[in-house]
């Protein structure tokens, strides 16, 4: 807490992974609300819940990439517990729902679409020369959570 008061009061901007990190916090309790809410009606088009899966899981590893410094392992790491886990939760403290293994795959497969090409956005740019890479850093501030950091976290 002290720290987060000390970045409040210095006037400094937060980290782009910090901010992140709160964003996918934020994104992670509105994914929770939307598994565990009661179920709507089923649409005219079946399976068609799979499409609000795999998007809900494309945001949350964008933006755990961001958090993770674009580290796509870590992301994994963090969403395929998530995955299995809200399944499991359907299951468990919904009346009206009930876990599918294809929701999980679902899940997985947005997490896979977005971090497929994040990950060689990133290798591409930790292989670019040092003198572009470092302009690209600049540049890049002010992007999406999917920006690589070269820290060593």
């Known amino acids: 807490m002290a720290r987060l ?47 609000g899966h795999a998007a809900m899981f494309a945001v949350q590893a964008t933006l755990l990439f961001g958090a993770a410094g674009g580290r796509a392992s870590r992301v994994w790491l963090a969403l395929l517990p998530w995955a299995v886990g809200s399944e499991l939760l359907q299951g468990w403290l919904t009346l009206d729902r009930s876990p599918e293994a294809l929701d999980a795959i679902a899940d997985m497969t947005g997490a896979m679409l977005v971090l497929w090409p994040l990950s060689l956005i990133a290798k591409a740019r930790l ?7 470092s302009t690209q850093h600049e540049i890049s501030r002010g992007d999406a959570c999917s920006t690589p950091h070269e820290d060593s976290n």
């Open 5 to 51: 008061e000390q970045g409040l009061s210095s006037g400094k901007p937060f980290s782009h992974r910090t901010v992140c990190a709160v964003a996918a916090l934020a994104w992670w309790l509105v994914s929770l609300w939307l598994l565990l809410k009661p179920a709507s009606l089923p649409g005219a088009i079946p399976h068609f819940d799979k499409f």
């Open 127 to 133: 292989n670019a020369p040092a003198a572009s890479r």
